[in-house]
């Protein structure tokens, strides 16, 4: 079995930081990307940051500049370090990983349960 938990969400003040974390455990034999999505109220889930294995990383338009995206290769840890929050981030964040199980023969997404992120005064 394999699961995605986030944590770090919850309230914070506009031109306030929130910093993310996502483990991804179990049965696991090998994960390529790991990136974090989030949807807002009435609005379709939207890629926020991902990062592949190597390094590599893009971000929506919307975030460049203020959120950053990292990861911890050997813990299987993905962060997502956000500042400068605008109330237009409110959203549930969710943490998604392209991972093989160690009973799988092939690659297969995975996703976290989501955590709250609201950005209000």
């Known amino acids: 079995q394999v699961q995605l938990v986030e944590s770090g969400g919850g309230l914070v003040q506009p031109g306030g930081s929130l910093r993310l974390s996502c483990v991804a455990s179990g049965s696991i034999f090998s994960v390529n990307g790991m990136g974090w999505y989030r949807q807002a109220p009435g609005k379709e889930r939207e890629l926020v940051a991902r990062?592949?294995?190597?390094?590599?990383?893009n971000y929506a338009d919307s975030v460049k500049g203020r959120f950053t995206i990292s990861r911890d290769n050997a813990k299987n840890t993905v962060y997502l370090q956000m500042n400068s929050l605008k109330p237009e981030d409110t959203a549930v964040y969710y943490c998604?990983?392209?991972?093989?199980?160690?009973?799988?023969?092939?690659?297969?997404?995975?996703w976290g349960q989501g955590t709250q992120v609201t950005v209000s005064s």
């Open positions: 998604n990983a392209d991972l093989r199980a160690t009973w799988a023969h092939k690659w297969s997404a995975y």
């Open positions: 990062i592949i294995s190597g390094g590599s990383t």
